[in-house]
């Protein structure tokens, strides 16, 4: 079952790459956009970049000064960085609703069409991009003689919660005032936390520390997804 499943993802999948690639060729704005395309990538690139330097930041700077664990100090913020990401993506990753009209010329099911363009947002760099940022983290973890299997537990949690942030936007489509909602929490939370009346980062340090120290946690975001 699980294999004729992925075979006929993989179908659809190649058949609409083709089908947007077609588009994109025979656009009349084809210059500009390859253009855009072009400026996208540099972008990415310049991101990723970065990611990977922040990534040894995280690492270092509590390691050597303020004498902290790393794992537990990245921990602290994570839970803002969902929230964050949930914010942020629904501005700046939009459901790819431009190639509906397209696809539905043709003698494909609306259903499918569907399908494709949900599972197109996993592809977006707001679900990639983040592994950038604690691949390399969870590798100098390995380096400096954390446990192998804590530290990918970690970072299986960590990825299975953009997935969920992808599945919060798909949800939440259109709906601008949840998304301030968020927004405004986020800020509230920052806020009471940065002056001790609550300890927010204190409960999300001991939340993710949790998935290293008992990996088996990690079954948790799976679930939720």
Known sequence: YIRVFILNLTNMIKRFAVLEFRNFMRSSSFASNLVMKILQAMLIVYFLVLFVGISFAAFYYP??????????????????????????????????????????????????????????????????????????????????????????????????????????????????VVAYIIGGSLLVLATLDYYGIINFRYFSGQLFYSFYTKPWLCIVPVLIF
Do not use: H
């Not at 664990?69 to 602290?76: A, E, I, K, R, S």
């Not at 949930?86 to 399908?115: C, D, E, G, H, S």
């Not at 936007?169 to 601008?176: A, Q, S, V």
């Open 63 to 176: 390691k050597e000064k303020l004498l902290m664990d790393p794992l537990y100090f990245v921990g602290q913020f994570l839970l803002y960085a969902f929230l964050a990401d949930v914010f942020l993506r629904y501005f700046m990753q939009q459901m790819p609703t431009q190639n509906i009209k397209a696809f539905l010329t043709m003698n494909i099911p609306k259903n499918t069409v569907v399908k494709y363009l949900i599972s197109k947002t996993f592809l977006s760099f707001f679900t990639w991009g983040n592994a950038f940022l604690y691949v390399p983290f969870v590798v100098l973890l390995l380096i400096n003689g954390y446990s192998i299997i804590g530290s990918l537990a970690w970072l299986f949690a960590i990825m299975c919660l953009y997935f969920i942030s992808n599945l919060i936007n798909i949800l939440m489509n259109g709906k601008d």
